[in-house]
Nanobody
Framework: QVQLVESGGGLVRAGGSLRLSCAAS??????MGWFRQAPGKEREFSAA???????????YYADSVKGRFTISRDNAKNTVYLQMNSLKPEDTAVYYC????????????????WGQGTQVTVSS
């Protein structure tokens, strides 16, 4: 049974930073990433990272987080990270870790596995 476990959410003031972690149980996925859902809004893509082979990775970001968030992964630990800098109140949301074996990275329906989510709250 595959399980994705997120951690690292919390409260932070605008301009601050947080790092989210997501550990996948028992295996390595080619593509992992993060979606988020703000109060009263639909789920949206934030970032994804695709492992091509060896130490080669492709990274993808939504325009809303580009330049502020950085996604990375440690395949030895089956873990993906999201470093969030220069946080804004608009970043307040539940952040969900996602994983799949394919190459599609932005379509929520294509991901096979989802974590339970971790709350990020940014105060103004």
């Amino acid at each position: 049974q595959v399980q994705l476990v997120e951690s690292g959410g919390g409260l932070v003031r605008a301009g601050g930073s947080l790092r989210l972690s997501c550990a996948a149980s028992g295996r390595t996925f080619s593509t992992m990433g993060w979606f988020r859902q703000a109060p009263g809004k639909e789920r949206e893509f934030s970032a994804a990272i695709r492992w091509i082979g060896g130490s080669v990775y492709y990274r993808y970001y939504a325009d809303s987080v580009k330049g502020r968030f950085t996604i990375s992964r440690d395949n030895a630990k089956n873990t993906v990270y999201l470093q969030m800098n220069s946080l804004k109140p608009e970043d307040t949301a539940v952040y969900y870790c996602v994983a799949r074996d394919g190459s599609n990275w932005s379509n929520a329906a294509e991901y096979d596995y989802w974590g339970q989510g971790t709350q990020v709250t940014v105060s103004s």
